[in-house]
């Protein structure tokens, strides 16, 4: 059972990297209706904070991640000491 679930979600992840592959080639090459070089369908403000908003939230969150991880390692190696 856990070798067939195991396998199962192995090649369900294989063809949900593979259509995004795909699709990231299909809109850099303009080959996919929308495309890197389609018109500008939305306003200026709200399109920045689509496109800069996750990238905000993956920056914080590593930060905050990173300066717990260092403050861990300090104290485990200066207990230690």
Same mark, same amino acid.
């Given at each position: 059972?856990?070798?067939?679930?195991?396998?199962?979600?192995?090649?369900?992840?294989?063809? /949900?990297?593979? *259509?995004?592959?795909?699709?990231?080639?299909? #809109?850099?090459?303009?080959? =996919?209706?929308? @495309?890197?070089?389609?018109?500008?369908?939305?306003p200026l403000g709200? /399109?920045?904070? *689509?496109?800069?908003?996750?990238?905000?939230? #993956?920056?914080?969150?590593? =930060?905050?991640? @990173?300066?717990?991880?260092?403050?861990?390692?300090?104290?485990?190696?200066?207990?230690? *000491?």
């Amino acid at each position: 059972m856990q070798r067939t679930l195991t396998l199962l979600y192995g090649t369900v992840m294989y063809l /949900a990297f593979s *259509v995004a592959c795909m699709s990231f080639i299909g #809109f850099v090459g303009n080959l =996919t209706p929308v @495309a890197i070089d389609s018109r500008l369908q939305e306003p200026l403000g709200p /399109a920045l904070l *689509v496109n800069h908003g996750p990238v905000a939230m #993956f920056a914080l969150q590593h =930060t905050i991640m @990173a300066q717990t991880l260092q403050a861990l390692c300090h104290a485990v190696y200066l207990a230690g *000491v």
